[in-house]
């Protein structure tokens, strides 16, 4: 199993950037797609940003142009650089990771998340 630890969280003004960091560990016999979601008070968590095995990215149209995620195959860690940041992105931030374990079976992993507070 595939288990990852967030961190980069914290409080910025807005207009100002945070770097999120998910770092993986264990073993996988492939990892399909990394990616970001938030999670606002009382909203659903919906996709930020993902990163697929072939290297193509996706954002949500809300943080296109400003969000950028990136990985570190050698530290096996994620990166989300959040530039222009705006109040409603607000959220708890959590690193996803699905794919395949060594059993052939899929596997959807989550991290604990991490809180991006954004002040007017």
């Known amino acids: 199993q595939v288990h990852l630890v967030e961190s980069g969280g914290g409080w910025v003004q807005a207009g100002g950037s945070l770097r999120l960091s998910c770092a993986a560990s264990g073993i996988a016999f492939s990892i399909e797609a990394m990616g970001w979601y938030s999670q606002a008070p009382g909203k659903e968590r919906e996709l930020v940003a993902v990163l697929s095995r072939s290297s193509s990215t996706d954002y949500a149209d809300s943080v296109e142009g400003r969000f950028t995620i990136s990985q570190d195959n050698a530290k096996h860690t994620v990166y989300l650089q959040m530039n222009s940041l705006k109040p409603e992105d607000t959220a708890v931030y959590y690193c996803?990771?699905?794919?395949?374990?060594?059993?052939?079976?899929?596997?959807?992993?989550w991290g604990q998340g991490t809180q991006v507070t954004v002040s007017s």
């Open positions: 996803n990771a699905r794919g395949l374990s060594v059993y052939k079976v899929g596997f959807d992993s």
